[in-house]
């Protein structure tokens, strides 16, 4: 069953579409069609590569460690924290 959706394309996109369809001798409907597939598996590919492994409690709070930044200095938080 096709499912009608509206999609915003480039210029530029349409234009190579309609010259490819014209080509092949088909709508640019079933260009589109024929061409998401292989765009999508691309995708999938990209996605694969780039998840993140699962780690542990301990392995997320060293990896935050690794980017921990220095704190405010001479503060005196804890002067008014503490001596209430």
């Known amino acids: 069953m096709l499912v009608r959706k509206q999609i915003l394309l480039e210029e530029k996109q349409i234009l190579?579409?309609?010259?490819?369809?014209?080509?092949?001798?088909?709508?640019?409907?079933?260009?589109?069609?024929?061409?998401?597939?292989l765009g999508m598996k691309e995708q999938k590919k990209k996605i694969t590569q780039r998840k993140i492994k699962k780690m542990s409690g301990g392995e997320f709070?060293?990896?935050?460690?690794?980017?921990?930044?220095k704190g405010p200095g001479d503060s005196e938080y804890d002067k008014y924290v503490y001596d209430y």
């Open 16 to 37: 190579e579409l309609e010259e490819l369809a014209q080509v092949a001798g088909i709508s640019v409907s079933k260009m589109i069609r024929e061409t998401l597939p």
């Open 61 to 69: 709070l060293l990896e935050l460690a690794k980017h921990a930044v």
